[in-house]
């Protein structure tokens, strides 16, 4: 009877003090990774999901879809990148958050940008379709390009 007790007031206080809500907007700046939710999905510190502006890694975690080849490795070289470390959060002038409320950004590590890398790695690939700036635009194909010329990840003859 104790333990039931127990149970039911943990779950009160769960229901009335679960996680913080994420902001409303996320300003530019550093912000320490709470979870790479996959390839190119983040979580920060302040409850902010970052979806990364350009570069889009197979799944690995959409319930709706397989996981993907390459998305896992994809996961992984995010992890080993940005996992619990703090990162350089810019955003485009343009669209700010993405259809299911990500905020979208390229997200640096050092000089790196996560974006860039992992699409010159062969991890992901550069979407160009939607509106972010055109400089990016142009880095990210020519990684890509990059990418397909040295056969890497997703360009190469094998797969995982």
Do not use: C
Not at 19 to 48: C, M, R, W
């Amino acid at each position: 009877m104790v333990i039931l007790l127990l149970l039911v007031a943990l779950r009160v206080a769960l229901d009335q003090f679960g996680p913080p809500a994420p902001p409303e907007s996320l300003p530019p700046g550093t912000y320490h990774v709470q979870k790479v939710i996959d390839g190119d999905t983040l979580l920060l510190e302040n409850f902010a999901r970052v979806r990364l502006i350009g570069a889009d890694t197979p799944e690995t975690v959409h319930p709706d879809h397989p996981v993907q080849p390459w998305g896992p490795e994809a996961s992984q070289f995010t992890k080993q990148l940005v996992a619990g470390r703090a990162v350089r959060i810019e955003l485009d002038t343009r669209d700010r958050v993405d259809v299911h409320g990500r905020f979208l950004a390229y997200v640096y590590v050092g000089d790196r940008m996560l974006n860039e890398e992992l699409i010159r790695a062969g991890l992901a690939r550069a979407r160009t379709e939607f509106p972010y700036a055109d400089r990016y635009k142009k880095r990210f194909l020519a990684a890509q390009r990059e990418a397909q010329q040295a056969g890497r990840g997703q360009w190469s003859t094998g797969r995982p």
